[in-house]
C-alpha cells in the first residue's frame, strides 16, 4: 500500500495509550486535537495555518504528541516546510499523483516525498521500499539515524532493525523489536488485516519506539493498538446469502494489487470470484486509469467501472478508458455511471453466480461521502452504506475478524 493514514491511526492509538490520552492526530479521514474527539478533515494535509492553530489548540488541550499526515503535495506547494518532525516515516514509493496540477515527473514526486527525510530528526524507513537506499543517503548526508522495519515471510527476508511475521491465518504475526527493543517479540491479533497493515503495525511500533516509548511499556499499547479499525480502510460487509464485500480507499495500481493480494491470500483456496468496482479521478494521475486494471489483470472475474470525483471530465470517458485497458477476454466488463448503480449491479452480479463463492471489492472513495462534480462536492452516502443496503439491511459489518468499525 501506498498508505500513511493506517500507521497514523495505529500509532495515535499506541501513543494515546503511553501517554494517558494526550496524543493529537492530523489524518485525511479525521483530526483530533484532544485525544478522543474525531472531526472530518479536508485535507491530508492541513493548510500551514490551520495546522498550526490545531497544534496550538492541541497543546493548550494538554496534548503531549502529535501524529501528523504528511503528503507529497504538502511538500510541493511549501505547507509543511517549518516543521520538524521528531521522527518522520517513509514506508514506500511508487509512481503516483502525477499529472499537470500535481507532479510533473516521477522524480519530482519522489523529491517531495524524501524531503520528510531533511525535515525530521529520526528516520523510520521501510526496508523494502523502492529507492531505499537513496533514502538512506539522504539520511547519512543530513546526520538522521535511520530505523527500518520489514516483513519476513517465505519469499522476503530484508535485513531490518523491526521485523513482522504472519503466524496463522486468522491475520495475527508476531512482531520482533530487535536489539534496539531488547530483543522482544509481540504476537498481535489486529483488527484490520493483510500482510499490508502488518507492515503499517510494524512502521508505527518503529515510530513509538523513535520518539521514546519504552519497549518494556510497549505491550499494554500495542493491544490499543490491536484494536484499530479505520473507516473505509479494509472495511468488510457479509450477507446473509455468503457474499463477501470489501469498502477500501485503494485507488491506485499497488493499493489495488495489495487488496487483491489479500483476497488471494485470505480466499484463495475457495477459488473467489472477484467482482471490482472501480473508477478514477478526472484531471489528475491518469496513469492510475491503467495501473489499477494493470493490477487487477487476470484475478477479477467482473469489472464494473464508474465514477469515482470526475471533476471537470465526463465519468464515461474515464470509464471507457479503464474498460479499454481490460485485456482479459473472460472477465466481464459493465459501464455503470451512477456509483450507488454500479453497487447493485456488482451484488446482482454476484447473485446470478450462486454457485460460486464471490468477493465484491469496492474501491476508491474508502469512507468519503461526496463525489467531486464539475467543482462542488455533491453528497453521497458512502460506498459501505449502499454496499450494505444492497447486500441485505441486516448484513455484517465489521473489520475483517473484528467487532463495529470505529466511526461507523
Known sequence: TKGKTTPAWLLHAILDAATGGRCALLSSVANTVDGHTMQESS?????????????????????????????????????????????????????????????????????????????SRRLVLGADSAHADLLRQDAHAAGIPVTTFALHDARRHTPADITVKPLHEDSSFSISLGASGGSRVFDLHPSMPGEVNALNAAAAVSLALAVGVEPEGLAPALHAMERVTVPGRMERLISPDGIIGYVDFAHNGSSTAALLDYVADRYGNRNPRVILVTGSAGGKAIDRRREIVQAAQGRVESYVFTLDDPNFEDPRDIAEAMQSEVHDQSARTTIVIPREDAIHEAVADARRHPSRFNVILVIGKGEETCNIIRGEKVPYAGDAAILGRELDSGADRHADGAGPVEGS
Open 43 to 119: 485535507l491530508t494535509t492541513p493548510e500551514s495555518l490551520d495546522a498550526m492553530r490545531m497544534m496550538r489548540q492541541a497543546v493548550a488541550n494538554g496534548m503531549t504528541h502529535l501524529v501528523m499526515e504528511v503528503s507529497s503535495q504538502a511538500y510541493k506547494v511549501h505547507r509543511v516546510d517549518a516543521l520538524t518532525f521528531d521522527a518522520g516515516a517513509f514506508l514506500n514509493i511508487s509512481p503516483d499523483h502525477i499529472s499537470p496540477i500535481e507532479h510533473p515527473t516521477f522524480e519530482d514526486y519522489l523529491y517531495c516525498k524524501r524531503r520528510i527525510v531533511t525535515h
